[in-house]
């Protein structure tokens, strides 16, 4: 008898690391599903819906808890298999601030007929801080000021759920291979406006890494921006290379 495939419901969560759900907010996570022994895709798409029940993900105890509810982003497919497979999936994101985009995977068994759709689905955790940062030249001092927010786009702010208080965000300056200074950014408005002056030698091409961490969690993040040359406007993150 030939064998036939049979349609089978997967459904992927991608949780930012010490936040919510990571969906239409900052772009959604690009998911992809793959068969780990012959490498074909067998679903692909993105995470779409809000970032969830803050209550219910924040303070979330016991044993696996159900912390999806109705709204919060998924991304829901149907992978036709014909026998037990071994799938890759691969999440990528925040698809909407790609200076700050991070690759995760996570790999199972699927058996045709059986929906991964129980509780949280098939849930993956998104490390890092998305990070935003300009830079512009006011004489011999470089101005730079930086947006922090986690993965799923919730905001930092004094004594909020994220607070300010925890987070220290630095700006370091490299040239040639070495690090020529170091900067504390302070907190400066909400949500998540971190900055202050750096020193950049006018005539110094140079990059600018500003880099965030939680201190609580350890949750991290770093982009980089090339240090304005005088009379050069505004310069913002790039989008990386691929």
Not at 99 to 128: A, F, H, Q, Y
Not at 178 to 186: D, G, Q
Not at 201 to 214: D, R
Request: proline content about 9%; glycine content about 12%.
């Amino acid at each position: 008898m030939p064998a036939f495939a049979e349609p089978t419901r997967v459904v992927v969560r991608v949780l930012s690391q010490d936040g919510k759900f990571v969906g239409d907010h900052t772009g959604g996570a690009r998911v992809t599903l793959r068969d780990a022994q012959s490498g074909r895709t067998l679903a692909q798409g993105v995470t779409k819906g809000g970032t969830g029940d803050t209550d219910r993900i924040m303070r979330a105890n016991g044993r696996s808890p159900l912390i999806q509810t109705d709204g919060a982003a998924t991304f829901d497919a149907i992978v036709d298999i014909v026998e037990p497979t071994l799938v890759d999936l691969e999440a990528a994101g925040p698809l909407g601030r790609p200076w700050s985009l991070i690759k995760v995977t996570s790999r199972r068994w699927i058996v045709p007929g059986e929906p991964v759709d129980v509780g949280n689905g098939w849930m993956v955790e998104l490390p890092g801080l998305a990070i935003t940062p300009t830079a512009s030249r006011d004489g011999s001092a470089v101005m730079v000021r930086a947006k922090v927010e986690l993965m799923c786009g919730c905001p930092i702010t004094p004594g909020g759920e994220w607070d300010a208080s925890e987070y220290k965000v630095i700006a370091t300056v490299w040239s040639g291979g070495r690090k020529l200074t170091e900067t504390p950014l302070p907190f400066k408005e909400s949500p998540g406006v971190f900055g202050g002056p750096v020193d950049v030698p006018s005539s110094t091409k140079a990059q600018i890494y500003v880099s965030a961490v939680n201190t609580r969690t350890g949750n991290s993040g770093l982009v980089s921006v090339p240090a304005p040359q005088r009379d050069e406007p505004l310069v913002k993150s790039r989008k990386p290379a691929g």
